[in-house]
């Protein structure tokens, strides 16, 4: 089983999140790790899950770097490709990790099925979020079993 982990963080947060969940999701399957701005949303269908990671931007929105990616997602059929979407974000701002809940929302408007909550994390993660985050990547390899 493959899954892509695509992700995109500006100051390390996410970096380092996503790195722990590729790390942690290895033990179970083929894993790819890149950034979101180097992923071709057309090819998201050749993997058997997608799990997308981001920070939110402005005032609530999806970070400029993303925007492309987002935007090409509305023309993809994920003909059922399983997704989970998290993110740590900043419950110091109203819209906390709505970035997190517009890609959930188009996930699901693209035919994805999504496989697990999606998980928002307040700024650095501490050891419960990392669980809350290992538990979003046993939701994805128990779905692909
Ligand atoms: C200018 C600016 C605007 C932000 N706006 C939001 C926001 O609207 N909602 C939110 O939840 N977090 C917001 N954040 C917080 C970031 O999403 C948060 O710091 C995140 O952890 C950064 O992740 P990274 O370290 O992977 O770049 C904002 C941060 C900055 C610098």
Known sequence: MKILVTYLSMSGRNE???KHLAEYLKKSADVDLEQIVDTDAYGIT?????IVETYTYGDG?????????????ADVD?????????GSSSKTHI?????VDYFTMQLNSS????VADSVKIDQDPDEDDMKRVER???Y???SLK
């Open 16 to 18: 380092k999140i996503a």
């Open 46 to 50: 050749d993997y058997d899950a997608v």
């Open 61 to 73: 929105q999806v970070p400029d770097e993303a925007q492309d990616f987002y935007e090409d997602l």
């Open 78 to 86: 994920l003909e059922r490709t399983k997704f989970a979407v998290l």
């Open 95 to 99: 819209h906390f990790g709505r970035a």
């Open 111 to 114: 035919n994805g099925e999504q």
């Open 136 to 138: 979003l990547g046993d």
């Open 140 to 142: 994805v390899i128990k």
